[in-house]
């Protein structure tokens, strides 16, 4: 099984970007789907954005409209989310995940088996 830690969130002002790092550790990670996911204060968990295991397809949230870039370095066994053009309605605690080679409905987070605590971001106006 895959575990993961994420890094890199903060604080920054709308327009700015954060670069979310991944980091993995297991044998399957390279077999693995990653995800990231999100969850506001009140609000039900999001999904942003999910990668193939070879990192040739990828998947993204509807409300993504090309600001964010998720993408994998199977050599360091990592999962990158670059964020552009933030908004304080990005503000929420970002997860990463791991789920199987072959995943049906990637924006589902029941289908992914191994979660990160989460990295804080927060988007002031």
């Known amino acids: 099984q895959v575990q993961v830690l994420e890094f890199g969130g903060g604080l920054v002002q709308a327009g700015g970007s954060l670069r979310l790092s991944c980091a993995a550790s297991g044998r399957t990670f390279n077999t693995s789907t990653m995800g990231w996911f999100r969850q506001a204060p009140g609000k039900e968990r999001e999904f942003v954005a999910a990668i193939g295991w070879r990192g040739r397809t990828t998947y993204y949230g509807d409300f993504v409209k090309g600001r964010f870039t998720i993408s994998r370095d199977n050599t360091k066994m990592a999962a990158y989310l670059q964020m552009n053009s933030l908004q304080p309605g990005d503000t929420a605690l970002y997860s990463c995940?791991?789920?199987?080679?072959?995943?049906?409905?990637?924006?589902?987070?029941?289908?992914?088996?191994?979660w990160g605590p989460g990295t804080q971001v927060t988007v002031s106006s």
């Open positions: 995940a791991a789920g199987p080679a072959f995943i049906i409905e990637p924006a589902n987070s029941r289908r992914y088996y191994s």
